[in-house]
Each structure stands twice: as structure tokens, then as C-alpha cells.
T-cell receptor, first 112, second 111 residues
Framework: QKEVEQNSGPLSVPEGAIASLNCTYS??????FFWYRQYSGKSPELIMS????GDKEDGRFTAQLNKASQYVSLLIRDSQPSDSATYLC????????????FGTGTKLQVIP | ETGVTQSPTHLIKTRGQQVTLRCSSQSGHNTVSWYQQALGQGPQFIFQ???????GRGNFPPRFSGLQFPNYSSELNVNALELDDSALYLC??????????FGPGTRLTVL
């Protein structure tokens, strides 16, 4: 089992729709969770962090965390073509030092 | 506030050569992590430095080495380059080791 799993996609949604991106992780002791956006050829950009169960909203983005199910998701409301990118889920696992493990990313395509 | 910077932007080397990549951390950050990102993959953790000490290492061979300087900038050195070392090398700085901000990366091509 991979430490952090994401569906590679592509996930295609029409402009204005809600995009839902999902991520599962293997380490039940994980404490910190992050979503990064990465445009083709560019470096990852931090868009959300979440540390406790429930929802965290920031503009059009909502991160959802369920530690019991070892599941974290990202919702993008009113999707725009500029949201087309790869979204990386990252998890801080308990290793004795602060190691952040990334999933392989989900490619999102927003169709105008 | 200055963000994370990396140099060079692009680099082409031949197999067997050695390369040094550089990273300047964001102001106020004392932790630097290095990642390798192959095409279509997520970033893979190479190692992390905290206040000039190595704080952890991923599954990379010893020919990947690094250091961190008193100003918290960092270098990644790769010896005996192999074709599979071709990737985007990312540096991320942090004040707590987890909330990381990435630099623009160095694209390394090994021929």
C-alpha cells in the first residue's frame, strides 16, 4: 500500500462546477495534511493546510479531513479553466522528524 | 519577504559527472528539504536539514549529499550522475518542518 494515494486522473469538470479531489493515507498517526497545486513545468504551490477533523474553507477551496477513515479531500467550487493543474496531496507522518510524503497527484482539467 | 530561490534553473550534464544545486530559504525559515520529482510523479523526499544538521533522509543512495549553511541556505550534491537522475529538483523551506514552501526548482537533464 502506498503511503499517500491519489487517483491520477485526469479529472474533467465543466467550468463553474465543483471539482472533488481525494486522497487516502496509510499512517494513522499522521497529523498534518496539505494540498499543493502544480502547473505543468512549475513547482508546487501550497494552497491549503488542515490539521484537525472537519472542513476548512479558504475562498473557493475547502479541505476536508477524516482521520478515522484516513481520508483527506479538496473541493474547488466554481471551477475555472485557470484551476487546470495537478493537485498534490501531502501528509506529515510520524517518523521522528518532520517528513512530508506526497502523493502522485491528480490532474484536473476544467473545460470552458 | 523574499521567497525560496534556487539556482540554476536548468542544467545539462553527462553521465558520471557531478552536480551542485543551490537553494536559499525563505526569510525566517530554518529548515530546508530537498525533493526529486520525476515526470508524472509526486516529489520524492531526499533529505532535510534543520539548523545545519541533517534531520532525516529518504531512500536515495549516498551519492546524493547535501549541507546547510549558517544562513540556512543549502546545497544538494549528486555524484556519478545516472540517466535516471534526470528530474526536477525541488527545495522547500519551512519554519516548522511541515508547512513547506517550494522554490521554482532546478531541471536537471543527464545525457
Amino acid at each position: 500500500q502506498k503511503e499517500v494515494e491519489q487517483n491520477s486522473g485526469p479529472l474533467s469538470v465543466p467550468e463553474g462546477a465543483i471539482a472533488s479531489l481525494n486522497c487516502t493515507y496509510s499512517d494513522r498517526g499522521s497529523q498534518s495534511f496539505f494540498w499543493y497545486r502544480q502547473y505543468s513545468g512549475k513547482s508546487p504551490e501550497l494552497i491549503m493546510s488542515i490539521y484537525s477533523n472537519g472542513d476548512k474553507e479558504d475562498g473557493r477551496f475547502t479541505a476536508q479531513l477524516n482521520k478515522a477513515s484516513q481520508y483527506v479531500s479538496l473541493l474547488i467550487r466554481d471551477s475555472q479553466p485557470s484551476d487546470s493543474a495537478t493537485y498534490l496531496c501531502a501528509v506529515n507522518m510520524l517518523t521522528g522528524y518532520q517528513k512530508v510524503t506526497f502523493g502522485t497527484g491528480t490532474k484536473l482539467q476544467v473545460i470552458p | 519577504e523574499t521567497g525560496v530561490t534556487q539556482s540554476p534553473t536548468h542544467l545539462i550534464k553527462t553521465r558520471g559527472q557531478q552536480v551542485t544545486l543551490r537553494c536559499s530559504s525563505q526569510s525566517g525559515h530554518n529548515t530546508v528539504s530537498w525533493y526529486q520529482q520525476a515526470l508524472g510523479q509526486g516529489p520524492q523526499f531526499i533529505f532535510q536539514y534543520y539548523r545545519e544538521e541533517k534531520n532525516g533522509r529518504g531512500n536515495f543512495p549516498p551519492r546524493f549529499s547535501g549541507l546547510q549553511f549558517p544562513n540556512y541556505s543549502s546545497e544538494l550534491n549528486v555524484n556519478a550522475l545516472e540517466l535516471d537522475d534526470s528530474a526536477l529538483y525541488l527545495c522547500a523551506s519551512s519554519s516548522d518542518g511541515t508547512l513547506q514552501f517550494f522554490g521554482p526548482g532546478t531541471r536537471l537533464t543527464v545525457l
